[in-house]
């Protein structure tokens, strides 16, 4: 398993249970809550800077190359999107938003890597 | 009317003191911004995904593609008209999130019967057993939202 994906997998899913727990505490987002959807995008970009320079480095995408980077654009714009989702009302259920990052930009991450590995196209 | 409810619903950091809300004005609070979020979710994806599909291999299976199209744009307008105040969104929104609960169901009987009519290649091929089921309960979970949140209600 690549351990791009195994740590995607460690942040999304330690991002969505601090975001869906202190949903279920009733608290608003938080600076922890916040900072862990941070964390996500902040992978994305590693991910995507690790990627640029495998290719560049004469290791291609298997799959088609712009469909995977299509998928990491897209997947940059979801926790930007959620974030401020989230704050426009600061309420239990904006955690909630939050919480739907991790999943969301996993699964990504999964399809990525098998655009990467040339499994099964879209 | 959409006007007036924006900085009303500004100031109500909650959903406990949502009740001070008018009631056309509290779909896009509490619940209803984590529904607003999954469809805004699928509007994406839905679009990305009929924009990679027509562009590349379009004549392979046209009515599919077609399809993704039909269903990117349902998802855009239920995100779009569940954020919005006012009976008209409200009517919007009953009819974008009602098409997607047909489609979905639809899709899925044909392909019970015909397997071979949409492949794994729509979001609502398998009653969306692609996308974990979620465009089959999305759509029961937004309908039950805007029965709870009906004009005219209370």
Not at chain 1, 8 to 32: E, F, H, K, M, T
Not at chain 1, 95 to 109: K, W
Request: net charge positive; charged share 15%; with cysteine.
């Amino acid at each position: 398993m690549d351990p791009f994906l195994l740590a995607g997998a460690v942040v999304c899913l330690l991002s969505a249970v601090l975001c869906i727990g202190a949903a279920l505490l009733r608290q608003p987002p938080n600076d922890i809550t916040i900072l862990s959807v941070a964390a996500v995008e902040l992978l994305l970009v590693a991910y995507g800077g690790s990627a640029a320079v495998r290719q560049l480095g004469g290791e291609p995408v298997m799959g088609e190359a712009w469909e995977f980077w299509g998928y990491l654009l897209t997947a940059l714009i979801v926790p930007v999107g959620a974030f401020w989702w989230a704050i426009l009302e600061r309420s239990r259920w904006s955690n909630l938003v939050l919480g739907a990052v991790g999943p969301t930009i996993f699964v990504m991450l999964v399809r990525m890597e098998q655009i990467w590995d040339g499994v099964a196209g879209l | 009317m959409g006007r007036g409810g924006r900085a009303v619903r500004r100031k109500t950091q909650g959903y406990s003191k949502a009740a001070a809300v008018p009631v056309k004005d509290r779909r896009s609070t509490g619940p209803g911004r984590l529904l607003i979020a999954v469809y805004g979710v699928f509007a994406l994806s839905a679009t990305a995904r009929a924009a990679f599909q027509i562009l590349t291999k379009f004549d392979e299976a046209p009515l599919a593609y077609s399809l993704t199209a039909f269903a990117a744009a349902v998802y855009v307008l239920a995100t779009v008209s569940l954020a919005r105040a006012g009976r008209k969104w409200y009517r919007v929104s009953v009819a974008a999130v009602t098409v997607e609960l047909v489609g979905v169901v639809v899709v899925g009987v044909i392909g019970v019967f015909d397997a071979g009519a949409f492949p794994n290649e729509t979001m609502w091929s398998g009653f969306g057993s692609g996308y974990a089921y979620i465009p089959l309960v999305l759509p029961l979970l937004g309908l039950a939202w805007l029965y709870r949140n009906r004009p005219g209600k209370g």
